[in-house]
């Protein structure tokens, strides 16, 4: 007789009385269980499905209304509540880049790394991907106000979360992999190689650093913090070469959702840049998702180094 038989033989010699009882005192919220074991399991599922569905409508409402508010009315933020990304803006753009995002920086970040991650806004990402693979994370932003928000609904035991100006207060210490994301953009041309500068140096040997951007959509600024917003995978390549001996871009392309503003179109650059191995080399296969152009700034699979060089050539 196996655990299961042994458990319900038990079950069945216990009154319902006895169940809830015995529900009770495992766990309040298990009483709905034991209610479920007597009423039958599809018409609970039912119920739960039902009581699901209100809350997911209820979440997604909600977060529209906080999407509003936080980009609506003046002054314009320069961190987004990722919560509204989660629950309101996947669905209505039908793009699930949140996802494609997070996947994409834990390609950089190996199993107990100590990270250091830059401009990490409302913290989402540090929380639900990044803290989960690392032994620690370091996550700094610029703005008080979304390190308090951060802080409060992100916390996690090996989360620090700091109010640093990375062109002026950049952690020492070395990482194995430090995190740009959503955020180079906001710097212009000659602090981003500065930064480049610093960042080498706090990185461990073989360390990654890695990150995500848009690509510039015509010749106004999506957003008026932008300072600079690259033009291509080359244009944002080139300003890893000079410091690295290996980096890569990938791009993903996601068309806008029919009846939905063509500003939705997504165009997302993700980078990669290390003295050791990146994530993807020569001849490791080629990416594809559903309704997403992957490709690789360093065409044909050609080294790095070589690649660098022909667009430095350019």
Not at 51 to 66: E, F, K, M, Q
Not at 95 to 124: K, N, T, W
Not at 180 to 189: L, R, S, V
Not at 235 to 252: I, W
Request: charged residues 20%.
């Amino acid at each position: 007789m196996n655990a299961r038989q042994v458990a319900e033989k038990i079950t069945r010699s216990l009154s319902p009385a006895s169940i809830l009882r015995v529900a009770w005192a495992l766990r309040p919220s298990n009483v709905f269980m034991g209610i479920c074991y007597l009423t039958g399991k599809e018409r609970c599922l039912w119920l739960a499905r039902k009581i699901a569905w209100v809350s997911r409508v209820a979440a997604n409402r909600a977060h529209l209304l906080v999407f509003y508010l936080q980009w609506g009315l003046p002054p314009v933020p320069e961190w987004q509540d990722q919560f509204t990304t989660q629950y309101t803006l996947w669905e209505m753009l039908g793009q699930p880049f949140l996802a494609e995002r997070g996947a994409m920086s834990l390609l950089a970040i190996p199993q107990d790394a100590v990270v250091l991650e830059l401009c990490c806004g409302d913290g989402y990402y540090t929380h639900f991907f990044h803290a989960g693979r690392a032994k620690s994370v370091t996550a700094i932003d610029f703005d008080p106000t979304a390190i308090a928000y951060a802080k409060k609904y992100h916390r996690a035991a090996n989360v620090a979360y700091l109010v640093r100006d990375i062109r002026k207060e950049l952690p020492q210490g070395e990482y194995d992999a430090i995190i740009w994301n959503g955020a180079i953009e906001h710097f212009t041309p000659e602090e981003i190689q500065a930064l480049l500068l610093e960042l080498r140096t706090r990185l461990k040997p073989g360390g990654i650093l890695a990150g995500y951007t848009i690509a510039a959509v015509g010749d106004t600024k999506q957003l008026s913090h932008h300072e600079y917003e690259f033009r291509s995978k080359e244009d944002l390549l080139r300003f890893f070469t000079p410091h690295f001996a290996h980096a890569a871009v990938y791009e993903s392309v996601w068309a806008n959702k029919p009846g939905i503003v063509a500003a939705t179109r997504r165009h997302n650059l993700y980078f990669f840049a290390s003295d050791g191995s990146l994530p993807f080399g020569p001849g490791s296969p080629s990416m594809a998702w559903h309704s997403t152009e992957l490709t690789t700034a360093t065409p044909n699979h050609v080294p790095h180094s070589a690649a660098a060089k022909q667009i430095s050539d350019a």
